[in-house]
């Protein structure tokens, strides 16, 4: 099942993909959580990492990302390993900048990255409180309790009783409370967990624990 699943993977991202889902995490979740002593966050099949260095980039802006821990987990080794260099193709900025300054950027986004030659190198202290880990959420277990799970277009590739299966899993490991972001064609409310949510905001598919 690990070797059809890593097959499988689909590895199709953008830095601030949907901009205005990060700008809804931006303006409505982060006010909720800033106080939080510690935060903890998890991008579930983070891919190559795009979004994870843009949720760090976001938290840092809103002045939290050194009480953060992002953990990036992937079922493709190959694929993490790219994720933790922090290194992108210098042709995708135009498009992550346009994303970036919709999703409610604070400053030039050039200034988080270094070009060199068609490639960007990102500031290595965005990369300080990240763990990229391999993780299969069918087959493997919680490994932690988390404020915020990040899930999205993962779903989408699953028959019904898988996704029922790694809704589980991020059930198991949301904290009381905590906030879940989904893809555009993903949501819960079909699920077995349904009823245990509160819908956050709709449009972008964010929900918040409720029991």
Same mark, same amino acid.
């Given at each position: 099942?690990?070797?059809?699943?890593?097959?499988?993977?689909?590895?199709?991202?953008?830095?601030?993909?949907?901009?205005?889902?990060?700008?809804?995490?931006?303006?409505?979740?982060?006010?909720?959580?800033?106080?939080?002593?510690?935060?903890?966050?998890?991008?579930?099949?983070?891919?190559?990492?795009?979004?994870?260095?843009?949720?760090?980039?976001?938290?840092?802006? %809103?002045?939290?990302?050194?009480?953060? *821990?992002?953990?990036?987990?992937?079922? @493709? &080794? !190959?694929?993490?390993?790219?994720?933790? +260099?922090?290194?992108?193709?210098?042709?995708?900025?135009?498009?992550?900048?346009?994303?970036?300054?919709?999703?409610?950027?604070?400053?030039?986004?050039?200034?988080?990255?270094?070009?060199?030659?068609?490639?960007?190198?990102?500031?290595?202290?965005?990369?300080?409180?990240?763990?990229?880990?391999?993780?299969?959420?069918?087959?493997?277990?919680?490994?932690? %309790?988390?404020?915020?799970?990040?899930? *999205?277009?993962?779903?989408?590739?699953? @028959? &019904? !009783?898988?996704?029922?299966?790694?809704? +589980?899993?991020?059930?198991?490991?949301?904290?009381?409370?905590?906030?879940?972001?989904?893809?555009?064609?993903?949501?819960?409310?079909?699920?077995?967990?349904?009823?245990?949510?509160?819908?956050?905001?709709?449009?972008?598919?964010?929900?918040?624990?409720?029991?």
């Amino acid at each position: 099942m690990a070797n059809v699943l890593s097959d499988f993977s689909i590895n199709v991202t953008e830095m601030f993909r949907d901009p205005a889902f990060f700008k809804s995490i931006r303006t409505k979740v982060i006010p909720l959580i800033k106080d939080y002593p510690s935060i903890k966050i998890w991008h579930v099949g983070c891919s190559s990492g795009e979004e994870v260095y843009s949720m760090a980039i976001l938290l840092h802006e %809103e002045g939290i990302y050194d009480k953060t *821990r992002i953990y990036a987990t992937d079922l @493709n &080794k !190959n694929i993490l390993e790219k994720a933790k +260099q922090g290194t992108f193709p210098l042709e995708g900025m135009k498009l992550y900048t346009k994303n970036y300054i919709e999703a409610g950027g604070k400053q030039a986004f050039s200034e988080y990255y270094k070009a060199i030659d068609d490639k960007v190198w990102f500031n290595p202290f965005l990369q300080k409180n990240m763990v990229f880990a391999q993780h299969n959420v069918v087959s493997d277990h919680s490994f932690n %309790e988390f404020d915020m799970i990040i899930c *999205r277009n993962v779903l989408i590739y699953f @028959n &019904k !009783n898988l996704q029922n299966d790694v809704h +589980q899993l991020i059930y198991e490991s949301l904290s009381t409370s905590g906030f879940l972001g989904l893809g555009k064609r993903e949501g819960v409310k079909f699920t077995r967990y349904g009823d245990c949510y509160g819908e956050f905001d709709g449009p972008e598919r964010l929900y918040r624990k409720i029991k």
